[in-house]
């Protein structure tokens, strides 16, 4: 099994399920987080102060799937959300030891 973790934009958050959704991926945790990369944040004028914004607004995804679905997840992810622009997020693909359903004690994939 892989966890795999994505940081993207907060507007692409649904693009993102409807494509993952169509693999049969069946749940996903989504977390609003603030972070930066290369990008640094910004600046912007309110009531003509300039404030500095060091972190951005950022949503990260969190998928359990199988092994062999890994791979098409994290390219439906990719194409969903990617807008060409600096800020687009990353995504981290890591081993899942074990999954437990608490409900009915499944484990594994049959858990997932």
Request: hydrophobic share 40%.
């Amino acid at each position: 099994m892989k966890l795999i973790v994505a940081i993207i934009k907060p507007y692409k958050s649904d693009d993102v399920r409807e494509a993952v959704s169509e693999l049969g991926v069946s749940g996903m945790t989504l977390t609003e987080i603030k972070g930066f990369g290369r990008q640094k944040g910004h600046t912007e004028l309110y009531r003509g102060t300039e404030y500095v914004i060091d972190f951005l607004p950022k949503v990260k995804l969190e998928i359990a799937v199988e092994d062999g679905l890994a791979d098409q997840v994290v390219e439906a992810i990719c194409k969903a959300a990617a807008t060409g622009k600096i800020g687009d997020g990353k995504i981290f693909v890591s081993d899942l030891e074990q999954t437990i359903r608490i409900r009915t004690g499944e484990t594994g994939n049959e858990a997932l």
